[in-house]
């Protein structure tokens, strides 16, 4: 108790404060640009952390990690283009919000969605973090493989009438994910001879490329029928029937983004996909989503910002980062000379303390400040299409120079802009492509290793209960909607019979 009221005190100090709000609004503003996301957000802004105290340092970088969090989903829900892979579900339901007029009811429900999620996290943080990092340490190759084709079981699953394309769309994603030099054995796969490709194809190209270049072509495409439409901004705040429908995915996601962003490389993408699907999958209105649901997008959103709250708890207690935002984080403060693990909570109780009371006051500032900001973020909407689409593209090019400052990613860029509008006018899925290309080669690696460790026997990944839970996730996943149309048309017939 000591300890907490102390870390309460230090972090209620005027500049910790002051820190926190200029963290979380710096990290807003840059995560709401396009491929830049958090991780970029922390690492381009480190340099502002020089000087200072170690524990003001920690609680800037974290305002500014979460601020990202919170700000990748702005971009996502106005111009279709998620700030990274954690926010690509925002524009799921986000995007189609806006465009029905609705832009001000989707960045009020996603702040304060973000804002109750990241609540719960902290609060989970205080009370769990000890089991919770116990829990992770017993995640082998094994069980992180399942979790991974659970994870992508279940996006497939969400395209409800075109699954063969969804699986189409997942295979090209898992393919894309090979190209590089393996890492086991020094191979040069898929890289046509082209020194840049040795470190494989970055997802963020290929996300903006199908979303924000892939969007603006399509446009293109209708622009003068966009011309004569004047979009809608709607009310800044949401109404007591889209907060009803919010309300109990918001507190559904919030602990299961958590428990997700605990787990070492899972992170912020896969909890807002899985939240997304599981809120789908027991929706009354499943029909819904993609077009607008106001749940489908509240869920991933609690969800994305409970996990970079929950991706701490690795970070701090193992010193294993638990998403490449806390990668950056790691090596940053290990050069501010403080080294995570068990005994930082024995010797340095006074940093963890004020890191986690600053979050409660950080996550209380940025939803002030993201609802401040929607009024002058949906006047993005007003601005005409062949002024905005320009500026989108050139966003786009700026994000993907800043990746490796290669010309090369010009050119990807293009390809994968013209491979997004092709997918968009076939109406294939974009999700399973993106997340497969994002967890593919992870999802390989642990492959490899689980079978290797194993003298090439598959009883591996049967071996534990968590990896016996995750196959039966899986199937289920896999068959819920066969399942549940089954039992709809058991239903209509049952009531065609009634009638007769």
């Known amino acids: 108790m000591n300890n907490y009221l102390e870390g309460l005190m230090t972090s209620l100090e005027p500049m910790n404060i002051l820190w926190v709000i200029v963290g979380g609004f710096l990290g807003t503003i840059v995560g709401m640009l396009p491929g830049l996301g958090p991780a970029t957000a922390v690492a381009v802004l480190i340099p502002i952390t020089f000087g200072m105290e170690p524990i003001s340092a920690i609680i800037l970088m974290a305002a500014i990690y979460y601020g990202a969090m919170y700000g990748g989903s702005r971009s996502s829900i106005l111009l279709n283009t998620p700030g990274d892979g954690s926010a690509i579900a925002a524009t799921f339901d986000g995007y189609p919000m806006a465009q029905k007029g609705q832009a001000g009811e989707a960045m009020a429900i996603s702040a304060v969605a973000s804002f109750i999620g990241g609540i719960m996290a902290v609060i989970g943080f205080v009370f769990l973090a000890e089991p919770l990092a116990n829990f992770a340490l017993k995640f ?81 495409l209708t622009i003068d029928q966009l011309k004569k439409e004047k979009k809608k901004v709607g009310k800044i705040w949401f109404s007591k029937e889209q907060w009803k429908r919010s309300k109990w995915p918001i507190l559904r996601s919030g602990p299961l983004g958590f428990i997700i962003g605990v787990l070492p490389g899972a992170g912020g993408s896969i909890a807002s996909m899985i939240s997304y699907s599981t809120e789908k999958q027991m929706s009354k209105k499943p029909e819904e989503f993609g077009k607008g649901a106001v749940e489908g997008l509240a869920a991933p959103e609690s969800a994305n910002n409970a996990a970079s709250v929950g ?190």
């Open 140 to 220: 082998g190759p094994a069980e992180y493989f399942l979790l991974m084709l659970l994870t992508l079981s279940a996006i497939v699953s969400l395209s409800i009438g075109k699954m063969i394309k969804g699986f189409i769309a997942m295979s090209l994603g898992l393919l894309l994910s090979t190209v590089g030099i393996d890492t086991q054995t020094g191979v040069y796969r898929f890289t046509l001879g082209i020194p840049h490709f040795s470190e494989g194809i970055d997802f963020l190209i290929v996300i903006i490329g199908v979303y924000a270049i892939g969007e603006v072509l399509y446009n293109f």
């Open 311 to 500: 991706a701490m708890i690795p970070l701090l207690t193992m010193g294993i980062p638990g998403s490449g935002t806390t990668a950056v984080m790691l090596g940053a403060l290990i050069m501010l000379g403080i080294k995570p693990g068990p005994l930082l909570f024995e010797n340095d109780p006074t940093t963890v303390w004020s890191l986690i009371n600053s979050m409660f006051i950080g996550n209380i500032a940025l939803v002030i400040i993201n609802i401040l900001l929607v009024g002058v973020l949906v006047k993005i909407l007003d601005t005409p299409a062949k002024v905005l689409y320009p500026i989108i593209v050139l966003l786009a090019f700026i994000g993907t120079y800043t990746l490796s400052y290669s010309a090369i990613d010009f050119f990807l860029l293009l390809v994968f802009g013209l491979f997004g509008l092709m997918l968009k006018v076939l109406d294939f899925p974009i999700a399973p492509l993106v997340l497969a290309l994002i967890v593919g080669a992870d999802m390989e690696q642990n492959f490899r290793k689980a079978v290797l460790s194993s003298n090439g026997s598959i009883d591996i990944f049967f071996a534990s209960p968590i990896s016996i839970t995750l196959i039966f996730l899986t199937i289920l996943s896999i068959s819920y909607p066969a399942i549940i149309k089954y039992f709809q048309k058991r239903k209509e017939r049952k009531n065609i019979n009634v009638n007769m």
